[in-house]
């Protein structure tokens, strides 16, 4: 038996996780040190260090490099998706800082958490194979099902906590099988390989149709699609708000962009065959999150439907498979971040000793003692619905485009009417805040970060709504590699 | 001229400024804040008013046009222009924002969100008449719904929110079908030619396949027939009004309304002349349709408001009886017609607002025998009921006579039922003056009524002036409008092309030349 050769491999493609997992590790140990009701000096820490990670990933965007024997890949698509994580990381805990302190749960562990599974997604946005997908999407979860419950003395987080894990180890072991499938057919797992091997045999075996929805699915849940979306309302709304705002954006752009590299890298000759999938799959994650949207009173859980829809929106971007469809959907990513944080953060904002902030009747009249807190929500609601001029439109307009010279008329007509039906309960949360008064007089006290955060996130969905061309030829460098 | 001057940006956004400037006042200095939304209204009107005086006349062409590079990467562009059409519809909309704003003195209640909101609309709205892209065009019309969203729903009647509510969901609904429609144009733009553009010009010129064509067309036409209203899309049109504030209903009556028949006249009929051709006879229909059932239906209200709003309707389907009917006197008698239905219509619900001020209903029995305490008030009102009903001499005469005349040469079964408007309006209109004005003064509450104030005095003579103008001399309107009322033929029965009609000056052509390097996406 000969030895097995292992190559080097090239580390330098690694940097940003590597970078990621030692600030983690750090906090951690950082943790132990800081007195217990000091314990925002982490959340700093790990601010300061995401922003330094982030600086340097940026030098890597425009390289390219395919390492770990073919298994791990750095491409502007993957830094620019790195770069979006630590966006998402700086902002949550921007909001985080004080809402913790509130919740009584200002622990440090929280932002190592954080940190960890950013370097889950991180992996996941560079796996060029099956198994690398799938080691970064269980080292995110795991430490998502444990922010999901982490004010874990209210019944609410502990149940939704557990929930989300049950689903999650669930569907992990059906993406498993999805993988096995793919292995026992090609005998490789790397995206490359099945696709080398679909070209050279064509797409006669059915298992390999099978592996292509069981990766879908394993990979659904975490974007949130339809028919894997029952878990999300309830861990949403159970989950602490800024946890939320978290797994509502990061975990799901990370899945959508794995699940796209997959489908493009690997089984891009089976197009035909996922899209008419995939088809019908964002035709009703769309719908059935914009209309049960409708329904909802809380909105923690109408937003989280929302994001279900959105994920529908954001499918279309892989559907659409053409150059337009994947600027547009590193585009939407970008713009999904701002509003829908954006968003959740304004719902922290209204968190106040013994009033949760969640319910619509806490938006009531916000526009009477807090006009400029009530028009950043507007903004973002208006970005939601994808009305200009915000960031949502462009980003809306942009899948939409793609979507329509990939000749899915029908799927465009179909997400157009779900803007309409998203428009009405958005506008419910506008309704109140404008058009009734307050109720209550427990006075706002939200921290200097959310502050920041709430209005640069406010300001940026407008102004990038307005001159959205940074973020339009960020998008399009993103996906140079690609076609 | 007033060479180089951007008049146009700066009437789109001086109201911006009005609006910056009142957010810094004390909310409690109500009369600071109110004097300061009308003296920003009268400057932005008296910076409109050239546009009409420099205007050149005989050429189709836009005028001071003004075009910069906005979103390189999708060939949008800051570019906005006016014709014969839009030059109208510019100054009905500043001159109303006066009048509107000065009719808001009542309003007590959250002074200052209100004239920030109005101000903004004013925006909006000069900025979707003159947008000449179409991405622009499109940003204008969803905004304006967020100020008007709030005007209605916060300031409104008893019913304001549902009210709100159907009319963003409705025009919402109308637009995203709107915007399907530019997206598929604008990619079909790109795929024939090569480079991206939303150039309202760069995309008229573009040949569409023509199995497309009538879903395309009936996508455009649904979103401006919901804004008209055309029947059957108008039932959001009698809530909106009734629940809107006096000024609202101006604005939503004066110049919302105009938007749908402005879309129908510049984009919607000169992108797809083939659909128009297939489609003249439905939608002459429906307007006949919404012409006899908006008369009728307002000849059995209680409300003086809903009569007023049904009234709105049936007069709507005048203007687009004399569109798709498709020569120059119906189309120019539509155009006037709606810039007489803003003024004579607007100037009703301002009536409606002044006695709806003093006694805080609308309902025609509540009233009775009024002429008597309020003398000036009731001949106002009977100038802008003879107005709106087309009696010779005032407006609304001259706009319905082309119109009819017009579309009697082509359609003149259609021109018979549409004439019966004018019959229907003289009944709703003249029995409800029965009703409210004359009759025994019996209602005690009617007893002490006062009769007009200074203020109010003051905006009913400025709206009657341009009643008795364009009734007696039209001529100043029409010359105006006619070259680019014949451009708009012409494309709408695809008996010219873009590049024949309007010739690009060679200074923009070359903008849009260099940029299209760069706006290419490379494959």
């Given at each position: 038996m000969?030895a097995?050769?292992?190559?080097?491999?090239?580390?330098s493609?690694?940097?940003?996780e590597?970078?990621?997992?030692?600030?983690?590790?750090?906090l951690?140990?950082?943790?132990?040190f800081?007195?217990?009701?000091?314990?925002?000096?982490v959340?700093?820490?790990?601010?300061?260090?995401c922003?330094?990670?982030g600086?340097?990933?940026?030098?890597y965007i425009?390289?390219?490099?395919v390492?770990?024997s073919g298994?791990?890949?750095?491409?502007p698509?993957?830094?620019v998706?790195?770069?979006?994580?630590?966006?998402?990381?700086?902002?949550?805990?921007?909001?985080?800082?004080r809402y913790?302190?509130?919740?009584?749960v200002?622990?440090?562990e929280?932002?190592?958490l954080?940190?960890?599974?950013t370097?889950?997604?991180m992996?996941?946005?560079s796996?060029?194979?099956l198994?690398?997908v799938?080691?970064?999407?269980?080292?995110?979860?795991?430490?998502v099902?444990?922010?999901?419950?982490?004010?874990?003395?209210?019944?609410?987080?502990?149940e939704?906590?557990l929930?989300?894990?049950l689903?999650g180890v669930?569907i992990s072991g059906?993406?498993?099988?999805?993988?096995a499938?793919?292995y026992g057919v090609?005998?490789s797992?790397g995206?490359p390989?099945?696709?080398q091997?679909?070209t050279?045999?064509?797409?006669?075996?059915?298992?390999?149709?099978?592996?292509?929805?069981?990766i879908?699915?394993?990979?659904g849940?975490e974007?949130?699609?339809?028919?894997?979306h029952?878990?999300?309302p309830?861990?949403?709304?159970?989950a602490p708000t800024?946890?939320?705002a978290?797994i509502?954006v990061?975990?799901?752009?990370a899945?959508?962009?794995?699940?796209?590299r997959?489908y493009?890298e690997?089984?891009?000759l089976m197009?035909?065959?996922?899209q008419?999938?995939?088809?019908?799959?964002?035709?009703?994650?769309m719908?059935?999150?914009?209309?049960?949207?409708v329904?909802?009173?809380n909105?923690?859980?109408?937003?989280?439907?929302?994001?279900i829809?959105h994920?529908?929106?954001?499918?279309?971007?892989?559907?659409a498979y053409?150059?337009?469809?994947?600027?547009?959907?590193?585009?939407?990513?970008?713009?999904?971040?701002l509003?829908?944080?954006?968003?959740?953060?304004?719902?922290?904002?209204?968190?106040?000793?013994?009033?949760v902030g969640?319910n619509?009747?806490?938006?009531k009249?916000l526009a009477?003692?807090?006009?400029?807190l009530a028009?950043?929500?507007?903004?973002?609601?208006?970005?939601?619905?994808g009305i200009?001029?915000?960031v949502?439109?462009?980003?809306?307009?942009?899948l939409?485009?793609?979507?329509?010279e990939?000749?899915?008329?029908?799927?465009?007509?179909?997400?157009?009417?779900?803007?309409?039906?998203?428009?009405y309960?958005?506008f419910?949360?506008?309704?109140?805040?404008?058009?009734e008064?307050?109720?209550?007089?427990v006075?706002?006290?939200?921290?200097m970060?959310?502050?920041?955060?709430?209005?640069?996130?406010?300001?940026?969905?407008?102004?990038?709504?307005?001159y959205?061309?940074?973020?339009?030829?960020?998008?399009?460098?993103?996906?140079s590699?690609?076609? | 001229m007033?060479?180089?001057?951007?008049?146009?940006t700066?009437l789109?956004?001086?109201p911006l400024?009005?609006?910056?400037?009142?957010?810094f006042i004390?909310r409690?200095?109500?009369?600071?804040?109110r004097w300061?939304?009308f003296?920003?209204?009268?400057i932005?009107?008296?910076?409109?008013?050239?546009?009409?005086?420099?205007?050149?006349l005989?050429?189709?062409?836009?005028q001071?046009?003004?075009?910069?590079p906005?979103?390189?990467?999708?060939?949008?562009?800051y570019?906005?222009?006016?014709?014969?059409?839009?030059?109208?519809?510019?100054l009905?909309t500043t001159?109303?924002?006066v009048l509107?704003?000065?009719?808001?003195?009542?309003?007590?209640?959250?002074v200052k969100?209100?004239m920030?909101?109005f101000?903004?609309?004013?925006?909006t709205m000069?900025?979707?008449?003159?947008?000449?892209?179409i991405?622009?065009?499109?940003?204008?019309?969803?905004?304006?719904?967020?100020p008007?969203?709030?005007?209605?729903?916060?300031?409104?009647?008893?019913?304001?929110?549902?009210?709100?509510?159907?009319f963003?969901?409705?025009?919402?609904?109308?637009?995203?079908?709107?915007?399907?429609?530019?997206i598929?144009?604008?990619?079909?733009?790109?795929?024939?030619?090569?480079?991206?553009?939303?150039d309202?010009?760069?995309?008229?010129k573009?040949p569409?396949?023509?199995?497309?064509v009538?879903?395309?067309?009936?996508a455009?036409?649904?979103?401006?027939?919901?804004?008209?209203?055309?029947?059957p899309?108008?039932?959001?049109?009698p809530?909106?009004?009734?629940?809107?504030p006096?000024?609202?209903?101006?604005?939503?009556?004066?110049?919302?309304?105009?938007?749908?028949?402005?879309?129908?006249?510049?984009f919607?009929?000169?992108?797809?002349?083939?659909?128009?051709?297939?489609f003249?006879?439905?939608?002459?229909?429906?307007s006949?349709?919404?012409?006899?059932?908006?008369a009728?239906?307002?000849?059995?209200?209680?409300?003086?408001?809903?009569?007023?709003?049904?009234?709105?309707?049936?007069?709507?389907?005048?203007c687009?009886?004399g569109?798709f009917?498709?020569?120059?006197?119906s189309?120019?008698?539509?155009l006037?017609?709606?810039?007489?239905?803003?003024?004579?219509?607007?100037?009703?619900?301002?009536?409606?607002g002044?006695?709806?001020?003093?006694?805080?209903?609308?309902?025609i029995?509540?009233?009775?025998g009024i002429?008597k305490?309020?003398?000036m008030?009731?001949?106002f009102f009977m100038i802008a009921?003879?107005?709106?009903c087309?009696?010779?001499?005032?407006?609304?005469?001259?706009?319905?006579?082309l119109?009819?005349i017009?579309?009697?040469q082509?359609?003149?079964i259609?021109?018979?039922?549409?004439t019966?408007?004018?019959?229907?309006?003289?009944?709703?209109?003249l029995?409800?003056?029965?009703r409210?004005?004359?009759q025994?003064?019996?209602?005690?509450?009617?007893?002490?009524l006062?009769d007009?104030?200074?203020?109010e005095?003051v905006?009913?003579?400025?709206?009657?002036?341009?009643?008795?103008?364009?009734?007696?001399?039209?001529k100043?309107f029409l010359?105006?409008m006619q070259?680019s009322?014949?451009?708009?033929?012409?494309?709408?029965?695809g008996?010219?092309?873009?590049?024949?009609?309007?010739?690009?000056?060679t200074?923009?052509?070359?903008?849009?030349?260099?940029?299209?390097?760069?706006?290419?996406?490379?494959d």
């Open positions: 000969s097995i050769n292992v190559p080097v491999p090239n580390l493609a690694i940097v940003p590597i970078l990621t997992t030692v600030l983690a590790c750090f951690l140990m950082f943790d132990l800081v007195p217990k009701d000091r314990k925002r000096v959340g700093i820490v790990a601010l300061i260090g922003i330094f990670v600086a340097v990933t940026a030098k425009n390289e390219h490099i390492t770990f298994m791990f890949i750095l491409d698509f993957s830094v998706l790195k770069l979006l994580f630590l966006l998402c990381d700086v902002v949550v805990i921007l909001i985080s800082l913790l302190e509130i919740e009584n200002s622990l440090g929280y932002y190592a954080l940190i960890f599974a370097v889950g997604m992996i996941m946005a796996a060029n194979d198994i690398m799938y080691l970064g999407l269980e080292t995110m979860a795991l430490s099902y444990v922010l999901a419950g982490f004010t874990r003395m209210t019944p609410k987080a502990a939704a906590a929930k989300y894990f689903m669930f059906i993406f498993l099988y999805g993988i499938l793919t090609v005998g797992t995206l390989d099945v696709s091997y679909i050279l045999n064509g797409f006669k075996n059915p298992v390999l149709g099978v592996a292509v929805i069981l879908a699915a394993g990979l849940l974007i949130a699609m339809a028919p894997f029952f878990w999300a309830d861990v949403y709304e159970g800024s946890v939320t978290f509502s990061a975990p799901k752009v899945a959508i962009a794995a699940l796209f997959i493009i690997a089984f891009n197009a035909a065959y996922w008419s999938i995939l088809w019908l799959v964002a035709a009703l994650t719908t059935i999150g914009n209309v049960t949207a329904l909802q009173n909105v923690k859980r109408m937003l989280a439907y929302s994001s829809a994920a529908g929106y954001m499918l279309m971007g892989i559907l053409n150059k337009l469809g994947l600027a547009a959907l590193a585009f939407y990513f970008f713009a999904y971040c509003m829908n944080i954006g968003a959740f953060g304004i719902v922290i904002y209204l968190r106040r000793q013994n009033i969640d619509l009747e806490d938006f009249g009477q003692v807090h006009p400029m028009l950043v929500m507007v903004v973002f609601l208006l970005s939601l619905t200009p001029p915000t949502g439109f462009v980003g809306k307009f942009l939409f485009s793609a979507a329509v990939a000749g899915f008329y029908w799927l465009v007509a179909i997400a157009v009417l779900n803007s309409v039906i998203s428009l309960y958005y419910k949360i506008a309704k109140v805040m404008y058009m008064n307050p109720e209550v007089d006075p706002l006290s939200a921290g970060g959310l502050k920041v955060a709430v209005f640069t996130l406010g300001l940026l969905t407008f102004v990038l709504g307005i959205p061309h940074p973020l339009i030829s960020l998008a399009q460098r993103s996906i590699s690609f076609f | 007033i060479a180089n001057f951007p008049i146009l700066v789109i956004f001086f400024v009005g609006v910056l400037i009142i957010s004390d409690k200095n109500v009369n600071v804040i300061t939304a003296v920003i209204s009268v932005e009107f008296l910076i409109s008013v050239p546009l009409y005086f420099e205007f050149r005989g050429t189709p062409q836009f001071f046009v003004e075009k910069h906005w979103i390189k990467a999708w060939g949008a562009y570019y906005v222009g006016i014709d014969g059409i839009s030059l109208f519809l510019v009905l001159f109303l924002t509107s704003i000065l009719a808001s003195w009542s309003i007590e209640k959250r969100e209100y920030i909101s101000l903004f609309l004013e925006t000069v900025g979707v008449f003159v947008a000449l892209d991405l622009l065009f499109y940003l204008f019309w969803e905004l304006l719904l967020i008007m969203f709030l005007l209605i729903g916060v300031w409104g009647g008893p019913r304001r929110v549902y009210a709100a509510i159907k963003f969901l409705y025009t919402m609904a109308g637009s995203v079908l709107m915007l399907g429609a530019i598929y144009l604008y990619w079909n733009h790109y795929n024939v030619t090569g480079f991206l553009s939303f309202l010009f760069e995309l008229l573009t569409v396949p023509s199995t497309v009538p879903w395309l067309f009936l455009f036409a649904v979103a401006f027939a919901i804004k008209v209203p055309m029947w899309f108008h039932t959001w049109l809530d909106a009004h009734v629940e809107a006096t000024a609202g209903s101006v604005i939503l009556a004066g110049v919302l309304l105009k938007m749908g028949t402005y879309g129908f006249m510049r919607c009929m000169p992108f797809f002349p083939s659909a128009v051709q297939k003249a006879l439905l939608f002459l229909a429906l006949v349709i919404g012409i006899i059932y908006g009728l239906v307002a000849l059995v209200q209680e409300d003086i408001k809903k009569l007023v709003a049904y009234s709105s309707v049936s007069h709507l389907g005048t687009m009886l569109l009917a498709l020569n120059l006197q189309v120019s008698g539509s006037l017609q709606m810039i007489n239905h803003g003024i004579s219509t607007g100037a009703l619900f301002l009536l409606v002044v006695i709806y001020d003093r006694r805080h209903t609308r309902l029995k509540e009233y009775g002429a305490v309020m003398p008030y009731a001949t009921m003879f107005s709106s087309g009696l010779p001499g005032l407006n609304g005469f001259v706009g319905e006579f119109t009819l017009g579309t009697f082509n359609y003149p259609f021109a018979v039922l549409g019966t408007a004018v019959v229907f309006s003289a009944a709703y209109l029995w409800m003056y029965k409210v004005f004359f025994p003064l019996t209602n005690p509450a009617n007893m002490k006062k007009l104030n200074f203020r005095f905006i009913l003579l400025l709206i009657t002036v341009p009643m008795f103008w364009i009734g007696l001399y039209p100043p010359e105006r070259p009322v014949e451009a708009f033929i012409k494309l709408s029965k008996e010219a092309t873009v590049s024949m009609i309007y010739k690009k000056d200074a923009s052509s070359k903008v849009a030349l260099d940029l299209s390097e760069d706006t290419k996406i490379e």
